[in-house]
């Protein structure tokens, strides 16, 4: 089908365009950009379909790092349908799926079936992480050429810590002799069993703690192996302070590291958690006010990549229990726009700035495993691939279990829980050419 965008707001980071334009897709990727205050015309596009997209942002479709779509083995808490379904509703046109499923995608034949019956659904692209190690049990190495044949983009533990420094000192060298990423969630096994972030929130709540060292331990560790092996690493939810101090040091070394952080903990502190609200009960956990601040200026000035969902549906019985019995998760693919739009707008940031975090900046983190797509994804470009997400960025919402797609109705950011309204909502998200989400009728004429 041949797309005429007319009139919108077209914002590519990777370029910094920020004009309005008509914007002309056929065969799954971008004909032409034309600016409409430019000289240049369209070419004789004879459009099957017109979306007048005035008083709206054309954007490159969002890229979330870290969602987890609960299939195979939780389908009681989520389903490819569902979730995906939430990620176009999101305007997530690509998306990383940790490894923790049940069974593990520890196996190339179970990769090529999650990425079998995501391409079926043509909701969105799912670009899935293999295990690192067996199970992720921390002992044996996966097949990683295998993994990476059947569609894996990189390797890691989800939230589980490697507990032998030798093993991982095995899969670094690995990963970098054939130059795939590790992606790693800084965690050190003994010191992040706690439910709440240590402080004077979880002590007056009775809470157990997990310190900031818990995450800097692991940080220390992990760049001391990188620095033997060189190995390209990926750094998942940083969390402290401290810990952004740690990474802005590695990166000013030179060291093949990047990092992102989820909308959780760039919004949210402990304090949040006022009354025991389950809703709170995440991982990593909410911590306090400076590292919130830290997270936000390392996301600004890029010492963090990306900003993430951390998309993590939970069922309302694993919800609904005394908070150091709830299950850690909430539902983000939906969020991530607004969320974004609302760091953007507290830090002073131009939009196309603010979308960067959320469209090519994760691209330059998933680099060549992206094969083909590397060189358009995330952004908006002649010839390049048509994954584009249309929104409003005036309109304003209030999140609620009803308006969303996802089977996890359990967010942090529910109006019951924070009483804010979330800006931006999304209009129509366009997958390879193909209308894969569309709000009401007035975005398309």
């Not at 942002?57 to 870290?66: I, Q, R, Y």
């Not at 009960?281 to 996301?299: C, E, F, V, Y």
């Not at 304003?396 to 279990?401: A, D, F, I, K, L």
């Amino acid at each position: 089908m041949k797309i005429l965008i007319q009139n919108g707001r077209v914002i590519d980071p990777a370029s910094g365009r920020d004009e309005v334009a008509d914007v002309a897709i056929a065969s799954g990727r971008i004909v032409a950009i034309v600016a409409a205050a430019g000289q240049g015309k369209l070419p004789d596009f004879g459009a099957d379909r017109v979306i007048d997209a005035r008083g709206l942002v054309v954007a490159p479709g969002l890229v979330d790092l870290a969602a987890r779509l609960r299939e195979p083995g939780q389908e009681h808490e989520g389903m490819l349908e569902s979730e995906l379904a939430a990620a176009a509703a999101g305007g997530v046109t690509s998306l990383v799926c940790p490894p923790d499923t049940d069974p593990t995608l520890d196996e190339p034949g179970l990769v090529e079936m999650l990425k079998f019956r995501a391409r079926k659904l043509s909701r969105c692209r799912v670009f899935p992480l293999g295990a690192l190690t067996r199970r992720l049990e921390g002992h044996t190495l996966t097949e990683m050429a295998e993994l990476t044949e059947a569609g894996c983009v990189g390797f890691s533990q989800a939230d589980v810590p490697v507990t032998d420094s030798q093993v991982l000192l095995r899969a670094l060298q690995y990963a970098a002799t054939f130059g795939y990423t590790v992606w790693l969630r800084p965690l050190d096994a003994w010191l992040g069993k706690g439910v709440a972030a240590q402080g004077a929130m979880a002590t007056r709540l009775g809470l157990s703690g997990v310190p900031a060292v818990a995450e800097t331990i692991a940080l220390h560790t992990i760049f001391e192996l990188v620095r033997v092996t060189k190995a390209r690493v990926h750094l998942c939810r940083l969390s402290s302070a401290a810990g952004v101090a740690l990474l802005r040091a590695a990166k000013a070394e030179g060291l093949p590291v990047t990092a992102d952080v989820n909308i959780n903990s760039l919004h949210l502190t402990d304090v949040d958690i006022g009354y025991f609200n389950a809703d709170m009960r995440l991982t990593p956990p909410l911590r306090q006010g400076p590292d919130r601040a830290a997270l936000r200026a390392a996301l600004a000035d890029g010492t963090v990549d990306a900003l993430v969902s951390d998309h993590n549906p939970v069922a309302d019985d694993m919800k609904n229990l005394p908070f150091g019995e709830a299950e850690p998760g909430a539902t983000g693919l939906e969020l991530l726009l607004s969320l974004a739009l609302r760091w953007g707008a507290d830090s002073g940031l131009p939009l196309v700035h603010t979308l960067g975090r959320v469209t090519h900046d994760p691209v330059r983190v998933l680099g060549d495993a992206l094969g083909s797509l590397a060189s358009s994804a995330g952004r908006l470009v002649d010839g390049g691939v048509a994954d584009v997400c249309i929104f409003d960025p005036a309109a304003e919402w209030m999140v609620s279990p009803a308006l969303l797609a996802s089977q996890g109705k359990h967010t942090p950011f529910s109006f019951a829980s924070t009483g804010m309204a979330l800006p931006g909502r999304v209009r129509a998200t366009l997958v390879a050419g193909t209308v894969a989400y569309e709000a009401a009728a007035e975005a398309a004429r």
